[in-house]
């Protein structure tokens, strides 16, 4: 497409990046077909398509971006379906953290909206903070009539009402390998994911260790960034971002990492942009050595041999491909792969590319259409009358879990069960026994 | 690319018809504030553009009835738009337009395998209607290369064609039925679950009118039953020329193949970047697709093989895989918006007789030197639908114009080796001003003649298929 | 009137003072106290490229003539069209121009598509007598409005045809038929629903209920021909014969052989498939057949019968092929239309012939 930025404009290198990604869209239309929010809304101004004109209107005029501008790229959800729908190779997601952050600096919400937003920049990342949170809106559940906004209304159903304590294991120290050490891998814990659920990084390091890894947990590495970068707050986030880096590079540096494993998809695109992130920035060695080592966990585990196993269970598993594994890291044979390989029966749902309305904190901020997408996604999952549904991802997990009597368990869980591990809870205790939204 | 001033008068009424529309439909159908407006400026063709007045997403055809009734009341020429992917800008609006978009009417609404068609609202995707159909093993045959994005009622108005419909026909072919509301907001049906007219065929004219005769809503569509199996073959030659002659070749062997698609060097290479279909590297590719049983394939593959040796062709590889097979086809369908990848480009597509293919090659690679603007060829070879892609920076100056001239060379050597301008995009505002090169004046006035008939106010997708200075006194006598 | 070339048929047009009814080779069974027009001084074909699979003809060319021309390269006209003397009683040679005004398909038309779906361009003399081409000689072409659709099948009511370029397809190397012995026109439609349905590529599905026999057709390259029809075999299940020799069989179910013979008025109905045996017991005919997997009805009717009037309304129509002047001039030849569509097609008819010269009495 044509731009038309001035070359004042261009000399800074956002404006740059953003210049070159609308010069490759040739406006074809194909992203609209899967995009999730255009399917629900049927406007154009609420695809990829509407809005790259918007971004790009509103960059190249330097225009202060007005209400209804910021409410479609806000209905973004990052899912990315439409990077992987490109032919021409836009690369969809810098435009819209441009944008993102574009707004954040130029754009004044209501008050209702800053709040919001900033309560979440200053929970989610925490995990302390958010386990409180967390028990606080169980407790508060009741007076949820009393809320005015919807997205308040999410917040408080987004509690579980199972909230596991705190797991030692997310602690900054070092799990040694079973058998012949082969890799030494940094794991990434997170943040919001152990407030929710522990089982998945206990699960993780059982697997990871009996395949002969060593398991690292750095001191000093916690969120990514993802969910304050999504907000456009770039300071918060590339300061997560900045520790993380930190961290991994004495570890890198010191005795030496094969891989920053990862078990929250979200986490894991973000993770692989820091050297995109941090280009312009001193540390941009630094963050785009941990890029490049930065892996899905499903990507590690098939560079790791799978013991032979005697999972006899014959349990079908529909595996729902979380959209910041299947387009924002392109990862999508590897899970199914795996579970195949560790006896498991794979199902996938009708439009597996749709996403599931989690999308971070989307759940939260856009609760209408993201119902729309949970009920689209529990429909075609439930429709292969699976035993259990998987995901790599958190986000995924609950949202789905919230819809669905299916159990809902991490695809890394049912590995380490598969291959000597124990029973994931959800499964031997049924969905009450487990975090799950309401 | 001119387009006819804006009409003072409706640009003044703007706010009553506003108030008019909002009354008829919800609050989120109508679109008004101008930088929402802008995004619904241009198509997949995006050298012409401009904003339209109001836009609106109408959900049931009484919505598309009521806001027709309405402009028609008003005097406000109506764009229709399915979902925007017109290469020949079909759904470029004018500035006093209301651009009607019927991409929220995607309704499945009968399915029916014994009489074997589908009925749907026309805002559902091409491949939708085969996704509808799909887990019986049907499905909805023209197949665009924007199959995944296109809508139905877009096919309808381009008679849209496909890789496919050397077999199995373009949309006219597989049209049973539409349900089409006039620019007077009244509702008419024309055919439906049986075959052929019993009067005029109304059905046939509409089928490519380019939505100036009305805005079809619902569509009665044939579908069949899928293949027992298919499978590509890839032939790479050192030449275009000779790929060509391949072609025509096969054709004349007796064998049908159900489709036969050609790539040049340019186009292969952004097609594999992007798909990774594992294309040869060669000059010019040719993808030949048959259908039927494993032997049946194996049968008409051998015969078609044999042909292609003749031509000592540099590679000749059968699909593999299903996976394979999708992988190459996704290239081929992906290769406009994988050329973007390059640069900017205008796509044409003109028809010739399969017969003038390496003639009309050579000299498109002639004029491109002395443009110096590139060309990647990418096309329909057996049925001699030429899509060339000439490239150009639409950030430089002068180019597109070159562009706009080099595209036009091209066309009329379509014309006047045989073919025409359009073999199924459409005329649309791209090549509206060629018209005149490949029809006589009657000619145009006779398909004028149809449009007086069905939108005597000449208020439908105005501006569009026929030369301006030709339409110019009607569009006066109507305003 | 019997022009010798289009620019003698545009002078006439243009001095015409009265009304005329449009002559290919008379078979259709077009009659009328009109002066004919005949267009067979039109002939001859003008361009046939094999390898591009199109042909060019004049009009008034015989068709026996394009015929032969495409048997020697191994091509037809795949949408098969019938013939209409035997019916109608009438003689003279049947034209391609006739065709294509009265879009004329038989069996395969369910298959392959009709005569309409082939033509790929026209020329014509319209109202004004003036010469009008659209589309052209290439298979693909959607260059302006589809005049081409609606010439095809407006029986001469718009304008002359003096030249017609069709898309045309290899012959098939084989074909097949399989009988299938049904109990009732239900079962038939069962059975032809069941082949079409198939990924077998049936080309001719017609039952009947004379002899009970339901005829699916196969045809194509030998070996696939033997597979299809096995594999056919295996899901109609029950007993059935193939006759390999079937060529007469469809070429009389294509011109309606069994009503020859017989008195009486035939209609053609277009209808939906399983629509027909209900349909086919409401007309009570004489005698009946259903092509097109029973989208297609001939039924031979007591002459002055009022079929439109004992069937009311269905999703379809009814056109009245043979009656006598009176019946045809009382019940009409085609099906009387909504009238939002009727107002259509009488504006394009006054704009195409203003001066309503044309086939006057045809088609409202």
């Known amino acids: 497409m044509q731009t038309t930025f001035t070359e004042k404009q261009l000399q800074d290198p956002a404006i740059q990046r953003s210049n070159e990604i609308l010069r490759n869209c040739v406006h074809c239309g194909f992203c609209t077909a899967t995009c999730p929010t255009y399917q629900v809304l049927g406007d154009e101004l609420d695809s990829p398509r509407g809005r790259i004109y918007l971004i790009k209107d509103m960059l190249e005029n330097e225009r202060v971006p007005d209400a209804k501008t910021v409410r479609h790229i806000d209905r973004c959800l990052s899912c990315l379906a439409c990077m992987t729908t490109c032919p021409s190779g836009v690369h969809y997601m810098h435009l819209v953290d441009h944008a993102r952050e574009y707004i954040e600096a130029k754009y004044k919400r209501p008050f209702s909206d800053r709040a919001l937003r900033w309560v979440l920049a200053r929970i989610l990342p925490y995990p302390m903070r958010f386990r409180w949170a967390l028990i606080g809106a169980k407790l508060g559940r009741p007076f949820r009539f009393l809320m005015p906004d919807a997205r308040l209304k999410a917040m408080l159903d987004m509690a579980p009402r199972h909230i596991p304590p705190v797991s030692r294991n997310d602690d900054p120290q070092s799990f040694a390998p079973k058998g012949t050490p082969k890799k030494r891998v940094a794991l990434m814990t997170g943040c919001a994911q152990k407030a929710l659920n522990t089982d998945i990084n206990d699960a993780t390091i059982r697997l990871l260790t009996r395949l002969g890894c060593e398991v690292v947990v750095a001191e000093g590495a916690g969120c990514c960034g993802a969910l304050t970068h999504h907000m456009g707050k770039t300071s918060d986030s590339h300061a997560s971002a900045a520790a993380n880096i930190k961290a991994w590079t004495r570890e890198m540096d010191g005795d030496g990492l094969d891989a920053i494993v990862i078990n929250t998809s979200g986490c894991g695109t973000t993770v692989k942009d820091y050297g995109h992130m941090f280009r312009n920035d001193a540390l941009a060695a630094e963050a785009a050595r941990v890029s490049s080592l930065a892996m899905d966990i499903s990507e590690l585990l098939v560079q790791l041999e799978l013991p032979a196993n005697d999972n006899k269970s014959e349990l079908s598993v529909a595996y729902h491909a979380a959209c910041s594994l299947q387009h924002g890291q392109k990862v999508t044979s590897h899970p199914k792969n795996l579970l195949k390989a560790a006896g498991f029966t794979v199902l996938e749902p009708a439009d597996s590319h749709l996403c599931c309305g989690s999308a971070g904190t989307y759940n939260l901020m856009q609760p209408e259409i993201s119902a729309q997408l949970k009920q689209r996604k529990v429909r075609t999952l439930e429709a292969r009358n699976p035993d259990v549904i998987a995901a790599g991802n958190i986000g995924c997990m609950m949202q789905i879990g919230s819809g669905t009597d299916t159990p809902v368990v991490h695809t890394v869980e049912l590995l380490d069960w598969a291959t000597g591990g124990p029973e994931p809870r959800t499964l031997r205790d049924g969905m009450s026994g487990v975090p799950r939204l309401r | ?479 | 009137m019997r022009p010798e070339s289009e620019a003698e048929l545009v002078e006439i047009v243009a001095g015409l003072n009265g009304p005329v009814r449009i002559v290919g080779g008379g078979t259709r069974g077009v009659i009328g106290p009109e002066p004919g027009l005949s267009v067979a001084g039109l002939s001859g074909i003008t361009l046939y490229e094999p390898g591009a699979l199109t042909l060019v003809a004049r009009a008034g060319t015989p068709l026996t003539e394009i015929d032969a021309a495409l048997e020697a390269e191994g091509q037809q006209l795949a949408f098969e069209p019938m013939d209409h003397r035997g019916l109608l009683g009438t003689t003279g040679e049947p034209t391609i121009g006739g065709v294509t005004a009265a879009n004329i398909s038989g069996p395969r038309r369910i298959q392959a598509g009709a005569c309409r779906d082939f033509l790929l361009g026209v020329r014509y003399v319209d109202g004004c007598g003036q010469v009008i081409k659209n589309g052209g000689r290439v298979m693909k072409n959607v260059t302006g409005y589809d005049l081409v659709k609606l010439m095809a099948g407006s029986w001469g009511t718009l304008g002359v045809l003096t030249e017609l370029s069709l898309k045309v397809l290899p012959k098939p190397e084989a074909q097949m038929t399989l009988a299938v012995e049904v109990a009732n026109a239900r079962a038939a439609v069962e059975v032809m629903s069941t082949a079409l349905k198939s990924p077998y590529e049936v080309s001719g599905a017609a039952y009947d209920p004379a002899n009970g026999q339901v005829l699916l057709r196969i045809e194509g390259f030998s070996e696939s021909v033997a597979y299809r029809i096995d594999r056919l075999r295996e899901i109609l299940g029950g007993e059935n014969i193939g006759l390999a020799d079937s060529a007469s069989r469809w070429a009389d179910l294509r011109d309606v052989r069994a009503f020859h013979d017989h008195d009486g008025d035939v209609w053609r109905l277009s209808v939906k498939p399983s629509d027909a045996p209900d349909i086919a017991a409401q007309i009570n005919a004489d005698r009946i057949l259903f092509d097109w997997g029973g989208g297609l009805i001939w039924a031979l009717v007591p002459s002055g019968t009022d079929l439109r009037a004992r069937l009311g309304g269905f999703q379809g129509h009814a056109t009245l092929v043979r009656a006598d002047v009176a019946t045809m001039e009382d019940l009409g030849r085609f099906q009387p239309e909504d009238t939002t569509i009727q107002s259509l097609t009488k504006g394009i008819r006054q704009k195409f012939d203003p001066r309503c010269v044309f086939n006057p009495r045809l088609m409202g």
């Open chain 2, 1 to 479: 690319m001119e387009l006819p001033q804006p009409n003072p008068k409706v640009l003044a009424r703007k706010r009553a018809l506003l108030t008019r529309l909002q009354q008829v439909l919800p609050e989120d159908a109508v679109i008004h504030d101008e930088a929402e407006t802008r995004v619904y400026e241009c198509d997949a063709l995006t050298a012409y553009k401009c904003p339209p007045m109001l836009a609106v997403l109408p959900s049931t055809t009484q919505q598309v009835s009521d806001v027709l009734r309405i402009c028609h009341e008003e005097g406000v020429p109506v764009v229709p738009r399915g979902a925007g992917t017109s290469l020949a800008g079909g759904a470029l609006p004018t500035a006093d337009c209301v651009i009607l978009g019927v991409a929220r009417m995607n309704e499945v609404l009968e399915v029916d395998y014994d009489n074997r068609f589908i009925k749907i609202q026309t805002g559902r995707t091409n491949l939708s209607v085969t996704g509808a159909v799909e887990e019986e093993d049907f499905f909805y045959a023209p197949d665009p290369s924007s199959q995944l994005a296109c809508a139905i009622a877009g096919n309808i108005a381009m008679n849209s064609g496909g890789a496919h419909c050397l077999k199995y026909g373009v949309t006219t072919n597989n049209l049973m039925g539409v349900t089409m509301v006039m620019m007077d907001g009244n509702v008419v049906e024309i055919g439906g679950a049986y075959l052929d007219a019993g009067g005029l065929d109304l059905l046939g004219v509409i089928c490519g009118s380019e939505g100036q005769l009305g805005v079809v809503t619902e569509a009665t569509l044939r579908i069949l039953r899928k293949p027992e199996g298919a499978r590509p073959v890839l032939m790479g030659f050192d030449d275009n020329e000779v790929a060509g002659q391949c072609v025509s070749d096969i054709i004349k062997s007796g064998i049908l193949p159900v489709a036969i698609e050609f790539m040049d060097r340019l186009c292969i290479q952004a097609c594999e970047n992007f798909a990774h279909a594992g294309y040869p590297d060669c000059e010019a590719l040719l993808i030949v697709e048959v259908e039927g049983s494993e032997a049946e394939i194996d049968g008409q593959l051998s015969k078609i093989i044999e042909i292609a040796k003749r031509h000592n062709p540099v590679e000749l590889r059968e699909s593999q895989s299903a996976d394979e097979s999708a992988r190459i086809w996704l290239g081929r369908k992906s290769a406009f918006g994988a050329m973007g990848q390059i640069n900017d480009y205008m796509c044409l597509d003109g028809t010739i007789p399969v017969s003038s293919l390496p003639f009309v090659l050579r000299r498109i690679s002639e004029l491109s030197e002395d443009y110096g603007l590139p060309v990647g060829n990418v096309f329909h070879a057996g049925d001699g639908n030429m899509h060339p892609l000439i490239l150009f920076d639409a950030n430089k100056p002068g180019d597109l114009e070159k562009c706009e001239a080099f595209g036009a060379e091209i066309l009329k050597l379509c014309v006047d080796a045989g073919g025409c301008l359009t073999g199924e995009h459409g005329v649309g505002i791209e090549k509206r001003d060629l018209m005149n090169h490949q029809y006589a004046p009657q000619d145009l006035e006779s398909q004028m003649a149809v449009k007086d008939v069905f939108d005597p106010s000449w208020l439908l997708n105005p501006a569009k298929v026929f030369p301006l200075n030709v339409s110019e006194t009607r569009r006066m006598a109507a305003e």
